[in-house]
Nanobody, 127 residues
């Protein structure tokens, strides 16, 4: 059974930092692309950052230079280091994996490209 379990969400002041973690199991982690998405109330889910099995990195424009995605293939964990947080970063953050055989490296920030999702972890940034 594929499982993705996020942790690390919290309430932080603007300008602060957080590190999100997503522990994965049930699939060949090291060979699959992974991503972080977020969804704020009343808004659509958006891709924030993605990392290919070959460590290709993709970031949404508003988080470039502030967020860093990384993966530990031994631990089966993907991380999202967030710094210089802004109130507009407030959202539920989801970890996603594409466990299918192939993937499109040009679609790494598209939610429908992923077939496994975690339950989410809440990030709230106060002004």
């Amino acid at each position: 059974e594929v499982q993705l379990v996020e942790s690390g969400g919290d309430l932080v002041p603007a300008g602060g930092s957080l590190r999100l973690s997503c522990k994965a199991s049930g699939f060949d982690f090291s060979k699959k692309p992974l991503a972080w998405f977020r969804q704020a109330p009343g808004k659509e889910r958006e891709g924030v950052a993605a990392i290919g099995y070959d460590y290709q990195l993709v970031y949404e424009e508003s988080v470039k230079g502030r967020f860093t995605i990384s993966r530990d293939n031994v631990q089966g964990t993907v991380f999202l280091q967030m710094s210089s947080l802004k109130p507009e970063d407030t959202a539920m953050y989801y970890c996603a994996a594409r466990t299918a055989f192939s993937y499109n490296r040009y679609r790494l920030l598209e939610s429908d490209h992923y077939d496994a999702w975690g339950q989410g972890t809440q990030v709230t940034v106060s002004s």
